[in-house]
């Protein structure tokens, strides 16, 4: 591996800016993040008509629990310690490789549809282990349920992406990025906007939001995230927010870039990256938003008919590749 | 060098299977073992020379079958397969030392592991017809016997048996009638002169032959309809075996439809391949889901096996059917994936059967619902266990992902191809990959967490301790192996493709670009497992010490541990935490049409009154629907059949002379 870093240092010489680059978009996910769970949580309060917490209420939980002390379940193994911190290193990962701030991010040699839906996936298996390890009754129902809409949203999300891919006729993420961008008229496509549909379900999924889970409920019977998490607390529990939230940013961020890529950074150079900082951003916010106005007028779904939206999702990107074809 | 080398290895197999029938008790089990071990690195030493250099070599002797003679070539098609079975055979060698120390096996236990490993070395390296088929019926005798092996104490084992015996014979008869008539056709029996003469065979006769051994092959292979034996055998063998069975022998039912498919018949028709694609298909699929849903360890690893074979076989189909649209560099781009996995799949899935070996040696059962906490007692079977988990759900920086990553990308060149057929098929082929990757997942957190994590949910798990260093080393070798080729794949590609030029699919893979990673030649599409790795652990680490370094007073900083929510009662016990059956019951629930779950629900009540319930047992099964929907009317059918026939001979000798009599008017009859 130091034989393939060195070679990769002799042969880009722009690797500082690149590394750059990807450090800032790990840490605009990871501040985002919270920030855009803040800003969904602020638009349906005030919709309901109430104030809400401030926007920078998840930085400030996040402040509050790195400080308490860690407190693990008794009996519990090293995974339930490794759990949370591979669930947001391989988050880190995945918002390092994919083109979010700037189309030419560190690892090309990974930044591909398939890596980040697996890396997500990794996320997604520690945090299910995590959740199994205490042995508690809430921990591996919680477990198992997230496994269920994960098994059924994966496929989904792998099929819509292809969906661009194909156009792009590659699986590399800057690549159907950069081929979008050159390409304006693709995004009024039949198959691009069935894979956005498609790609929406998964994001709602995945990130546990309305109508699949409620993440602001603690009642047993409902709930899929929270239950798995149950047992952590502190810095962990720290871990687990944050990862949890750079999921949310990442997948908010692949949907902006992928259906919408003006203003990221293609070119390299500072004020290019500022530009698309502020884009992934607006982006971002703006699909929050509606994500969050349609969280205050949806009723959560019952956990047996989630597969049925699920499986539409599938359907949906199924036949955005199949348009694809058929068009070209 | 690679013929002595193979030879010295089927020689050292033999001798093991020899001294493993003769040797007293004390002796014998750690002689087979490491003459068997040694077979295997001889065989490994010599399918290696031959995938390198890419030389094959043959052998004729006239001396030891009657009228045929034996041929033996091993070209770099078949040298993979030996190589694949001699690491598993390696692993499985070593295993068998702590796994037969407790309660010895008998002689014919300990000499029919060595013969079936010298059998499975033989069979891809049979260069004729008469040769082949000596070697796959030696092959099925003697995976039986092995298969037998606790036939005394188990009446499943004897079931099993019956039902593999049944599988494999029917499929061997397939595959006869399908060489034979190929031979005769082609005007000689040994497969070179065949492929010879290919091309003056007609197609209909060669579309017979296909399918016939597509029969044949894929019963061995496990593909589903024909998979029924596999969730029964490979439960019931004891662990080295059905980590040879799943590692090494179904693989062979795929040589079987390469080596007839491409190399004998020389690619043939689009939807001979077509076929194959969508018995992957479906395969995958059900296996997946199976998969998902059982829960016995060693069953789920059965079903993992079922799902594995149909990704390869989508790769093998997808890869025929392109070669015969034309596309040839694709192809082999295709075929290179396909073969990696299957590669990969003797890696983990070696090592699973291994551990679930492990597990049942120490926690005195396989049923997931009566495991639980072992990863505190058995650490390095966890760890092991655990790697090759996590390959088998293609999660980075393992094997699974390196060659399902290929795999994928290589179906998703092929939606370039002009012919609708194969871009339907590939299509179906990726949605299938994307399916049996998040079912997968599901399967394997399952067998993981809810074995080795959480709390003991019997005494014997309670009580499990951890197995032995052989055993350990034979699974940290396979182990190892799949983290090795999931982080630097790169290296491996190049040997295997060796096995996918050698006169399979012609001008192959230049679509590879060299290196440690993965990188596709003609695109813009590469990976490098090496980097996400160490991505990940830098991440890892910053993720740890921003943790750690957090302002936070001194007496907090080592975690402390608190007793588990109890939903506010002070009792947690094992009785409440999840089974593997609750764990699987939601998305059993969801693809309940596939699974068709059997559930049983009966309700005593109190004398007293209907309304006071006094007891309440359930039960549920998950059968095999296709064993319920194919097998049982032909089973019934047969079975009505023969008692049909039991009327005509009722013991009477007089009636006996009847026949015998008629008979005799009857072929003078026909005769005059």
């Not at chain 1, 050159?182 to 039949?190: D, G, K």
């Not at chain 2, 579309?207 to 061995?220: C, I, M, P, R, W």
């Not at chain 2, 629900?601 to 006071?612: D, G, K, N, P």
Request: proline share 4%.
């Amino acid at each position: 591996m130091i034989g393939t870093l060195a070679t990769l240092v002799a042969t880009s010489p722009g690797l500082l800016a690149r590394v750059g680059a990807s450090a800032l978009q790990v840490v605009a996910v990871c501040v985002g993040g919270p920030l855009l769970l803040g800003l969904m949580g602020k638009i349906r309060s005030r919709a309901e008509g109430r104030v809400g917490p401030p926007i920078t209420q998840g930085l400030l939980d996040l402040r509050k629990l790195v400080r308490k002390e860690a407190i693990r379940a008794e009996h519990t193994s090293a995974v339930a310690a490794l759990a949370p911190l591979v669930l947001v290193s391989s988050a880190a990962l995945c918002a390092a490789i994919t083109p979010l701030v700037t189309a030419r991010p560190v690892i090309a040699g990974g930044a591909d549809v398939f890596a980040v839906v697996y890396l997500l996936l990794m996320g997604s298996v520690a945090l299910a282990l995590g959740g199994l390890d205490a042995g508690t009754a809430f921990g591996g129902m919680g477990s198992s349920r997230a496994m269920t809409v994960g098994a059924i949203s994966e496929p989904a999300l792998l099929v819509a992406v292809l969906a661009l891919a194909i156009q792009a006729h590659t699986s590399n993420l800057p690549g159907i990025v950069n081929a979008s961008l050159s390409h304006p008229e693709w995004l009024a496509s039949p198959q691009r906007l069935l894979a956005l549909a498609a790609l929406v379900v998964v994001v709602i999924a995945e990130t546990g939001r309305i109508p699949v889970d409620n993440p602001s409920t603690h009642l047993e019977l409902t709930m899929i995230h929270e239950a798995m998490i149950l047992e952590y607390a502190g810095p962990d529990l720290a871990l687990v927010t944050v990862g949890e939230a750079m999921r949310l940013g990442l997948l908010l961020g692949l949907v902006a870039n992928l259906f919408f890529p003006w203003g990221i950074d293609a070119s390299g150079g500072g004020l290019a990256m500022l530009v698309g900082l502020v884009a992934l951003g607006a982006k971002t916010a703006a699909i929050a938003a509606s994500v969050a106005l349609v969280e205050v007028s949806t009723a959560k779904l019952r956990l047996f008919r989630v597969p049925e939206l699920l499986a539409g999702g599938f359907v949906l990107a199924a036949v955005a590749v199949t348009t694809g074809l058929v068009a070209r | 060098m690679s013929t002595a080398a193979y030879f010295i290895g089927l020689g050292a197999a033999s001798a093991a299977a020899l001294l493993g029938a003769v040797l007293p008790a004390r002796r014998r089990l750690l002689a087979a073992a490491v003459l068997s071990a040694a077979a295997c690195l001889a065989a490994l030493v010599g399918a290696g020379d031959v995938l390198v250099s890419g030389h094959a070599f043959s052998v004729h002797t006239a001396q030891v079958l009657p009228l045929t003679g034996v041929d033996l070539s091993l070209d770099p098609l078949g040298a993979l397969f030996v190589a694949a079975t001699a690491v598993v055979g390696l692993a499985v060698s070593c295993y068998s030392v702590g796994y037969g120390v407790h309660a010895t096996p008998s002689r014919i236990a300990t000499a029919t592991l060595p013969a079936f490993l010298a059998t499975l070395l033989l069979v891809p390296a049979a260069a004729s017809v008469a040769t082949f088929m000596v070697a796959w019926e030696l092959m099925a005798l003697t995976s039986l016997l092995a298969l037998l092996t606790d036939h005394r104490r188990r009446r499943e084992t004897r079931d099993a048996a019956q039902w593999y015996a049944a599988m494999t014979h029917i499929g061997a008869a397939a595959i006869l009638l399908g060489l034979v008539l190929l031979a005769a056709h082609a005007g000689g029996q040994s497969f070179a002169a065949i492929a010879a003469h290919r091309r003056q065979l007609s197609l209909p006769l060669t579309s017979v032959v296909f399918v016939l051994t597509l029969f044949g092959f894929a019963s061995k292979a496990g593909a589903v309809p024909l998979h029924v034996w596999l969730p029964r055998a490979h439960p019931e063998a004891p662990s080295p075996v059905s980590a040879l069975m799943s590692g090494a022998m179904v693989n062979l039912g795929v040589y079987g439809i390469l080596r007839v498919g491409e190399d004998l018949l020389g690619g043939g028709e689009m939807w001979w391949w077509l076929v194959v694609a969508a018995l992957g298909v479906v395969s995958a699929v059900f296996g997946a889901l199976h998969a998902a849903a059982s829960t016995d360890t060693k069953r789920l690893l059965a079903y993992s096996t079922v799902d594995n074979v149909g990704l390869v076989l989508i790769g093998v189909g997808a890869a025929g059917a392109l070669a015969a649209g034309g596309q040839q560099a694709l192809a082999g781009l295709v075929l290179l994936a396909a073969l990696f996995h299957l590669v990969n799949h003797a890696l983990f899935k070696g090592c699973l059967f291994l551990g679930a070996g492990a597990l049942q040696h120490a926690a005195g059962t396989r049923d997931l619902d009566r495991l639980g906490g072992l990863a505190r007692k058995m650490p390095a079977t966890a760890i092991f266990f655990g790697a090759g988990a996590l390959s088998i759900s293609a999660l980075p920086g393992l094997n699974g992902f390196a060659s399902e990553w290929l795999l994928f990308e290589g179906l998703l060149q092929g939606f370039a191809s002009r012919s609708a057929v194969t871009v339907a098929a590939l299509l179906a082929g990726v949605a299938t990959l994307a399916i049996t990757g998040g079912l997968t997942a599901t399967a394997f957190v399952k067998a993981l967490g809810v074995g080795f994590l959480g709390q003991p949910r019997s005494e014997g798990a309670g009580a499990a301790r951890e197995v032995g260093p052989s055993m350990l080393i034979g699974m940290g070798f396979l182990a190892g192996g799949c983290v090795v080729l999931g982080i630097v794949p790169g290296v491996v590609l190049p040997v295997i493709d060796r096995a996918t030029t050698a006169g399979l699919v012609a001008g192959a893979s230049r679509a590879i670009r060299p290196g440690l990673g993965l990188a596709l030649a003609s695109v813009h599409s590469e990976i490098d497992p090496g980097l996400l790795v160490g991505g990940l652990l830098v991440a890892l680490v910053v993720a740890w010490g921003a943790v750690r370094l957090a302002p936070r007073s001194a007496e907090l900083r080592s975690p402390r541990r608190a007793a588990a929510w109890g939903c506010g009662r002070d009792l947690q016990t094992a009785r409440m935490e999840i089974t593997a059956t609750s764990f699987a019951e939601p998305l059993q629930r969801v693809f309940a049409d596939v699974l068709r779950p059997d559930h049983d629900l009966e309700v005593t009540h109190t004398a007293e009154s209907r309304y006071f319930p006094e007891a309440i047992t359930f039960h549920q099964r998950v059968d095999d629907a296709v064993e319920r929907v194919v097998y049982r009317p032909v089973m019934a059918a047969v079975a009505w059949w023969g008692h049909l026939a039991r009327r005509v001979p009722n013991g009477s000798v007089h009636r006996y002379l009847a026949f015998g009599f008629a008979t005799l008017v009857l072929v003078l009859v026909v005769l005059a």
